[in-house]
């Protein structure tokens, strides 16, 4: 009798739920709460970057439901012409707001191809405001001409963005890639470029993976071969997962365009060496597995190139400063790969190549303004981040004439007010010859507060420069 109480119980708390959801009233189309739930579930769908069709899942549809019965989905047609429209809107004119507070904005785009093969164009805003590092997607946009990667077609759809936002006379400098239609088309705009530092790590890395060197070409395409065997064998693989101890992994393969795969590949391999050896030696078939004298060889490619990866990673921030990291950041790793000790031969030669790649491709940086300047300002660096001497004093110089033509300028502001006020009354001419006075001192001033900076200790490397700016 119990159990058929229980039973009963439950088929009538079923019962119940069911008729809740029947009985519901939805929400008015105007209430606050459907507007709190719509603005929701528009920006998740933005910052999750979520299909428009996930409020056609079924399983999405039954869980809104259970959350709240009288809340209705939107159809996807109005979440993304009504919804996903009016947030774009609203979230533009803020960001438009904070773009009239901002003096200056440095821009990172790129060109790049859909997985539908169509080209666009993603441009992101960076600039500081209030004290804080921002960044900002600006647009992602088909090219004027979509048949016309030329120079010429990038610079007028990128200076149609910008203009649109209303920035263009604010860009201080752009960031792309090293390809040169990105640099002509900055030319073009007469802003200036600075290659993207990642980008060209990537090209120093590629230098070397590139090595005309039989045993490390032979070792490459059998690192490449071993992981390809595990991939295309699905047998191979369990057997590799049963074979390892502690936490399992998957290997991975390269990918021919992106260097820290290949790092990423080596260092799987390295790990989970002893298994992949206890699988090849028992499959018949089976490539042979790495000798001690390669093993030695990919430890050695590991080590070096992990070098790369942290600097990748960490040039790689949004939320923090990093144009000021590029110059310390291409010294050090020279120091680093030069007092690396490879174990063999073949470590020797990528050490070399890399040595030379670096000198040849990152040396450019330490003679960019943008960069001079940014390094020479960071508490954390000053003169000490360069790796030439002369490439400090050379920012230094800059600094100083920076000030003084800020001070000149201020100064010319107060001549100027100064100069109305006399053509009303003699007996105020002084105001004017004050100020011929601090044009001529604005040089001393400026070479006084560029001393009182320099000559102050450099502070610690995780103190935040535009905090220290502010305080």
Request: include cysteine; aromatic fraction near 8%; charged fraction near 25%.
């Amino acid at each position: 009798n119990d159990t058929a109480s229980t039973s009963s119980s439950c088929r009538s708390s079923v019962n119940s739920v069911a008729s809740l959801f029947k009985r519901a009233v939805l929400y008015e189309s105007n209430s606050k709460r459907k507007t709190d739930i719509d603005n929701a579930l528009t920006e998740m769908v933005a910052k999750d970057v979520q299909p428009y069709n996930i409020v056609e899942n079924e399983g999405f549809i039954k869980y809104s439901q259970v959350l709240d019965p009288r809340y209705k989905l939107p159809s996807k047609t109005y979440l993304r012409d009504v919804l996903m429209s009016n947030l774009y809107k609203e979230t533009s004119a803020k960001l438009s707001l904070i773009f009239q507070e901002v003096t200056d904005v440095s821009i990172t785009c790129d060109l790049w191809t859909s997985s539908a093969n169509d080209s666009f164009l993603t441009v992101t805003s960076h600039f500081v405001h209030n004290y804080e590092l921002k960044t900002a997607s600006l647009a992602t946009k088909k090219l004027l001409n979509v048949t016309n990667h030329c120079s010429q077609n990038i610079a007028d759809t990128l200076r149609n963005i910008l203009i649109d936002w209303n920035i263009f006379n604010k860009t201080v400098c752009i960031v792309t890639d090293n390809a040169s239609s990105m640099l002509k088309a900055c030319a073009i705009l007469q802003i200036q470029n600075l290659p993207c530092f990642a980008h060209t790590i990537n090209l120093v890395v590629q230098d070397a993976l590139r090595v005309d060197d039989a045993v490390i070409k032979n070792l490459f395409t059998k690192c490449k071969s071993i992981v390809r065997f595990f991939k295309q064998s699905p047998i191979a693989n369990e057997k590799f997962k049963l074979a390892q101890e502690g936490t399992i992994y998957t290997l991975l393969q390269e990918v021919p365009t992106r260097w820290n795969s290949f790092f990423f590949m080596i260092e799987r391999i390295l790990k989970t060496n002893d298994a992949i050896a206890k699988v090849l030696l028992g499959t018949t078939n089976a490539p042979q597995p790495f000798t001690a004298d390669e093993i030695l060889v990919l430890k050695d490619m590991e080590k070096i190139l992990s070098f790369f990866q942290q600097a990748s990673e960490k040039v790689s921030g949004g939320k923090y400063v990093t144009i000021s990291l590029i110059i310390p950041m291409a010294y050090g790793l020279l120091r680093k790969i030069e007092k690396f000790l490879p174990e063999t031969m073949q470590g020797k030669t990528i050490q070399n190549i890399l040595m030379e790649s670096i000198k040849k491709r990152l040396s450019i940086y330490e003679q960019r303004n943008v960069c001079m300047m940014a390094t020479l300002l960071d508490p954390r660096f000053k003169k000490n981040g360069f790796q030439d001497a002369s490439n400090a004093e050379q920012a230094s110089t800059f600094f100083e004439n920076e000030l003084a033509h800020s001070s000149i300028e201020e100064s010319r502001k107060d001549l100027t007010i100064a100069a109305d006020t006399s053509t009303q009354d003699t007996f105020f001419d002084f105001l004017g010859e004050r100020s011929d006075s601090k044009i001529g001192n604005a040089r001393v001033d400026a070479i006084l507060i560029k001393r009182q900076y320099l000559e102050r200790a450099i502070v610690s490397h995780d103190v935040d420069p535009l905090l220290w700016i502010k305080v």
